[in-house]
């Protein structure tokens, strides 16, 4: 047996921030990340919409990129002080991550982290608190997934919290909070929507349900994403609309190995961070290479989908990598490690680790094709110089 599940509702369209007007309850906490939606506006408005359906509103401001464990627990006791039965969470992945952990030891003061870890083994929530999120960035879905990632910055670990209880009931994805994301986090947050949908188009967990979410968000991401990073506001809206059917196909048919490698080098070298989206959009073709060994049926789909002309499965896989790397090339995105700015003799240094490390995440099991810590260093050093995978 399968489970397939998405948020209850979910309003879009310009200005359907709106539906907050409509929400039924006594007390709403606002969990939001830094400055910018402040900046623009968007927080006053729900501030103020939330007062006209009737409710106390209460405001957990500055959540941090990458949150951390001890903004979650000051999260759960603010809410455990002020009791609401409302958590809405505005703004990028951060601040909605942080507070679908902060729901589960607001209800559950009890729990660990430890025992929060285990994939899809919460405990019953929604006996104090519903949940809903407004996305302002154009990517990660959270908005409707099953997924949050925290960081415990001591261990120097990330928890990715993965359970169909932390979906949220409620996504609104008003593409008026997109307008407000500078070209670069485009280009990066729409390449990893693409990720998302490819990959769980070609997951062993894909399905009749997550097959067309992941195709159409595919289409949209090649036909709208250049414009979008160019400023357009109709492509921009058209990316937000991508994103969200890319995260209900992932939600529900996993990921695979392009995750497992942008989340174990995202953060493995000196020369500084690799952005989320940015890896994904360097590996996604490499990983296609590889991965067609089992799946060039999949990804032959794929480019039929989005009008690739060609006969063979090999020749319309090949077209499709060309074409991925032709938008990294009109983003801005490198087409190798190399080329990103990593140190050659750090990253030989630390190639087998890394290796092994992105063998064993979470992403790695609904891959199509198996892959051993030495084919995962291997294909790795594809990526850092550039060069063709064969094996
Ligand atoms: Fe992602």
């Not at 359906?53 to 949150?67: C, I, S």
């Not at 929060?116 to 083994?121: A, D, G, K, N, V």
Request: aromatic share 10%; with cysteine; glycine share 8%.
């Amino acid at each position: 047996m399968a489970r397939f599940t998405l948020p209850r509702d979910l309003y879009y369209g310009k200005g359907s921030l709106e539906i907050l007007k409509t929400l039924k309850g006594k007390r709403a906490i606002i969990v939001v990340g830094g400055g910018s939606m402040k900046r623009f506006g968007f927080l006053d408005k729900t501030v103020g919409y939330l007062k006209e359906a009737g409710m106390e509103v209460e405001l957990f401001e500055n959540v941090e990129p990458d949150p951390s464990v001890e903004t979650v627990m000051r999260g759960a006791q603010a809410m455990r002080k002020f009791q609401p039965d409302w958590i809405v969470s505005i703004g990028g992945g951060s601040p909605i991550d942080a507070a679908k952990a902060m729901w589960a030891f607001y209800e559950y003061p009890d729990t660990t982290f430890e025992q929060l870890i285990t994939p899809f083994s919460f405990p019953e929530l929604r006996q104090k608190a519903k949940f809903l999120a407004i996305p302002s960035t154009s990517g990660t879905a959270t908005e409707v997934t099953a997924f949050s990632v925290i960081t415990d910055y001591q261990k120097g670990v990330k928890y990715p919290l993965a359970d169909y209880n932390i979906t949220p009931d409620i996504a609104v994805v008003d593409p008026e909070l997109a307008e407000t994301m500078p070209p670069t986090l485009t280009a990066h947050t729409g390449m990893d929507a693409l990720t998302h949908a490819v990959e769980a188009y070609v997951s062993t967990l894909n399905s009749p349900f997550t097959d067309p979410l992941a195709l159409k968000a595919i289409d949209m991401v090649f036909d709208y994403l250049p414009a979008s990073y160019e400023g357009d506001a109709n492509a921009r809206e058209q990316m937000h609309y991508a994103q969200c059917l890319a995260g209900m196909a992932f939600t529900n048919a996993l990921l695979g190995i392009v995750h497992s490698m942008a989340h174990k080098t995202g953060a493995a070298f000196s020369t500084g961070h690799i952005p989320h989206g940015c890896a994904n959009a360097i590996y996604l073709p490499y990983v296609i290479k590889f991965n067609a060994k089992t799946a060039a049926a999949r990804y032959a789909d794929i480019a039929r989908f989005v009008g690739i002309q060609g006969d063979a499965d090999d020749e319309l896989v090949g077209k499709l990598c060309s074409k991925i790397d032709a938008y990294n090339a009109k983003l801005g995105i490198p087409k190798s490690l190399k080329e990103f700015g990593i140190d050659e003799a750090e990253f030989k240094n630390k190639v087998n680790n890394i290796a092994a490390l992105a063998v064993g995440d979470a992403c790695t099991g609904s891959n199509p094709r198996e892959i051993t810590p030495e084919q995962m260093a291997k294909l790795l050093t594809c990526t850092y110089y550039g060069t063709e995978v064969d094996f």
